[in-house]
Nanobody, 133 residues
Framework: QEKLVESGGGSVQAGGSLRLSCAAS????????IAWFRQPPGKGREGVAS????????NYRPSVEGRFTISQDNAKNTVSLQMDSLQPEDTAMYYC??????????????????????????WGQGTLVTVSS
């Protein structure tokens, strides 16, 4: 089973930017949904952005829309998350995950509703983002 590997986390001050990358070999082609989740300290995991690899349709959690941008680079088999105007409430462990044979409705649901982690075919190990005020 292909694995996902995240990179790019770190510490920034409020208002700053970070770019996360997910090496997603085996998932960037075909009709997969690749998503970024986050888990703040002491809270549950939530989807923040997702992209349908077949046509590049992107979906965002309302709290990050306009600040975060998800994109895919099929040549490099990566999916990136550009995070701008970061706020302390964005502090969390960020995870990349992928699901094969996904529908757009499923990809959208990831950023709107809690999902069973087993609904995703693969997860990365996570990368920590810390935003200080």
């Amino acid at each position: 089973q292909e694995k996902l590997v995240e990179s790019g986390g770190g510490s920034v001050q409020a208002g700053g930017s970070l770019r996360l990358s997910c090496a997603a070999s085996g998932y960037t082609s075909g009709n997969s949904c690749i998503a970024w989740f986050r888990q703040p300290p002491g809270k549950g995991r939530e989807g923040v952005a997702s992209i349908l690899t077949d046509d590049g349709t992107a979906n965002y959690r309302p709290s990050v829309e306009g600040r975060f941008t998800i994109s895919q680079d099929n040549a490099k088999n990566t999916v990136s998350l550009q995070m701008d105007s970061l706020q302390p409430e964005d502090t969390a462990m960020y995870y990349c995950a992928a699901r094969r044979a996904a529908l757009q409705e499923e990809c959208f649901a990831i950023v709107r509703y809690p999902i069973d982690p087993n609904a995703m075919n693969a997860w990365g190990q996570g990368t920590l983002v810390t935003v200080s005020s």
